[in-house]
């Protein structure tokens, strides 16, 4: 167990649905992120976090909306999804930049889009 | 921007055998190039990294080297076991005050027994 843990792991959601994905690390850490992980493509990095506050948004659809209340809690509010938007969506944290730099990921979400 | 390429996209061994997987990027400001292990159906966890004051790093039977002049570094696995059949990605973390990641395409490896 590395300490991130990601909610609910599978999720199906039609493209007019609200659901919200949940993650909670329990290293520590002061940074965390959200990745989309899509097949034969690069981790993708949407968003980062410092001290709960968003420093990268890596031009992210508005239909993607995070939001961090502390440093142990990410969450990632999703609307009016697209079929494209099928992934698996990972969570990471990190100690904050300028110090140890190895990000700690969770176990996903599984996320289809009908 | 930093871009990372990987390469190869698949690689098939024989168990025993080395395997080495190569990326190059394109910032040479980057300064942390680590890289991570995605098993079937789980989560990327990392397995070795270098910085860039370092030219090679060994833990075991992995290693990883670091050409900054060229721009290039690669991941080496000696006397592979099935266990080493995964996903690996390389990654880049551009300079400047920035936890922002950079991938690789990721690598599938496969040992055969």
């Known amino acids: 167990e590395t300490g991130v843990t990601q909610t609910p792991r599978h999720l199906v959601m039609g493209m007019t649905n609200k659901k919200s994905l949940k993650c909670e690390q329990h290293?520590?850490?002061?940074?965390m992120y959200w990745y989309k992980q899509s097949a034969k493509k690069p981790l993708e990095l949407m968003f980062v976090?410092?001290?709960?506050?968003?420093?990268e948004n890596n031009s992210v659809p508005s239909r993607f909306s995070p939001e961090c209340p502390n440093s142990s809690h990410l969450f990632l509010h999703l609307h009016t999804l697209q079929p494209e938007d099928s992934a698996l969506y990972l969570c990471a944290s990190s100690q904050p930049v300028g110090t140890r730099d190895e990000q700690f990921f969770g176990p996903g979400t599984r996320l289809t889009v009908l | 921007g930093e871009n990372v390429e990987q390469h190869p996209s698949t690689l098939s061994v024989q168990e025993g055998d080395s395997a080495v997987i190569k990326c190059t990027y394109s910032d040479s400001a980057s300064n942390y190039f680590p890289w991570y292990k995605q098993e079937l159906g789980k989560r990327p966890q990392l397995i070795i990294d270098?910085?860039?004051?370092?030219g090679e790093k060994k833990d075991q039977r992995i290693a990883v080297t670091l050409n900054k002049t060229a721009k290039h570094f690669s991941l080496h696995i000696t006397e592979t076991q099935p266990e080493d059949s995964a996903v690996y990605f390389c990654a880049a973390l551009p300079g400047g005050a920035t936890n922002k990641l950079i991938f690789g395409t990721g690598t599938l490896l496969a040992v055969q027994p």
């Open positions: 290293l520590g850490h002061n940074a």
């Open positions: 270098i910085r860039s004051n370092v």
């Open positions: 976090y410092n001290f709960k506050e968003q420093t």
